[in-house]
């Protein structure tokens, strides 16, 4: 019912920034809150910060919490990740996400799911 696509991985120092994209298909994105959960190689997937629906309320994981920023704008049916103060343990494959229920952390509580964008970070 609803694609994602990420967008915006690559490759930068620690101490730097990345922005991070997921565009999303169809209406119905505006009625989702929207998550982001990163995997690490060897780790499991854990979760990284979520949003409500209308973007007001916002979750992070401790690890992030104060370093990344989730936003959305749902005129343009796109969810963001600002990331910055980069550190070499953000290293992964970053998932954006769509839930029915508001502002969930864990990845089986999710709809939709993306394909996924690299994100190295080098020392």
């Known amino acids: 019912q609803v694609q994602l696509v990420e967008s915006g991985g690559g490759l930068v120092q620690a101490g730097g920034s990345l922005r991070l994209s997921c565009a999303a298909s169809?209406?119905?994105?505006?009625?989702?809150?929207m998550g982001w959960f990163r995997q690490a190689p060897g780790k499991e997937r854990e979760f990284v910060a979520a949003?409500?629906?209308?973007?007001?309320?916002?979750l992070y994981a401790d690890s992030v919490k104060g370093r990344f920023t989730i936003s959305r704008d749902n005129a343009k049916n796109t969810g963001y990740l600002q990331m910055n103060s980069l550190k070499p343990e953000d290293t992964a494959v970053y998932y954006c996400?769509?839930?029915?229920?508001?502002?969930?952390?864990?990845?089986?509580?999710?709809?939709?799911w993306g394909q996924g964008t690299q994100v190295t970070i080098s020392s």
């Open positions: 996400a769509a839930s029915k229920v508001l502002l969930r952390t864990r990845d089986y509580e999710y709809d939709y």
């Open positions: 169809g209406r119905t994105f505006t009625s989702l809150a």
């Open positions: 949003i409500s629906v209308s973007g007001g309320r916002s």
